[in-house]
């Protein structure tokens, strides 16, 4: 049972145009998101978080948007630069003592084309 | 931001020696280490909750005597693969908790010949 849910496994964009990476999930109990990007053969890198208290969170070229009643969420990274190119894993986890383990997506690569 | 290390980054071994990974935070200090494996073109699957002094949680289906978890200070987790079998080779990965954001370390990659 995928609990997270990213159904793109790749997508591809022009440098200097907005990415736009998406994340469904179905646990009602999730309420604090993180995206993470990782590259191979290396440990997944903390970008941002948002918690369910907040519908929007920026930070820098990272805006990440949450949409509880659609149990969605998506991860805009504008403008898109060739280091951007990674695989990005959207993960969820209750904020509360004792369910703070995380649950990952399945990922999508993200290509940027210079 | 706070930084794990793992140790080693890699390690190929023969079928039935065990192999010890290390998981450190080196500029805080982690009360929960996370430790997951990821398969290629995978997601990172949860193994086990790494808390101090006490024993580890191990997620549905990950054999407990296979993988022996110890996290015997606020800065060190450990995990050992016991008799290892190709089938275990994998990237395993750990986490240490910093208020509700994981960090991750490198990864350690383990080959079993």
């Known amino acids: 049972d995928q609990q997270v849910k990213q159904n793109s496994p790749s997508l591809s964009v022009q440098e200097g145009r907005i990415s736009i990476l998406n994340c469904d999930y179905t646990?009602?109990?999730?309420?604090?998101f993180l995206w993470y990007k990782k590259y191979p053969a290396e440990g997944p890198t903390f970008l941002i978080s948002i918690s369910s208290i907040k519908d929007k969170n920026e930070d820098g070229r990272f805006t990440v948007f949450l949409n509880k009643s659609a149990k969605h969420l998506s991860l805009h990274i504008v403008p898109s630069q060739p280091g951007d190119s990674a695989v990005y894993f959207c993960a969820a986890s209750g904020s509360n003592f004792g369910n703070e383990k995380l649950t990952f997506g399945t990922g999508t690569r993200l290509t940027i084309i210079p | 931001g706070a930084v794990v290390s793992q140790h080693p980054s890699w390690v190929i071994c023969k079928s039935g020696t065990s192999v010890k990974i290390e998981c450190r935070s080196l500029d805080f200090q982690a009360t929960t280490m996370f430790w997951y494996r990821q398969f290629p073109k995978q997601s990172l699957m949860l193994m086990a909750t790494s808390n101090e002094g006490s024993k580890a949680t191990y997620e549905q289906g990950v054999e407990k005597d296979k993988f022996l978890i110890n996290h015997a200070s606020l800065t060190l987790s450990t995990l050992t693969v016991t008799s290892a079998h190709p089938e275990d080779s994998s990237f395993y990965i750990c986490?240490?908790?910093?208020?509700?954001?994981?960090?991750f370390g490198p990864g350690t990659r383990l080959t079993v010949t």
């Open positions: 986490s240490a908790r910093v208020q509700l954001e994981q960090y």
């Open positions: 646990n009602s109990m999730f309420d604090y």
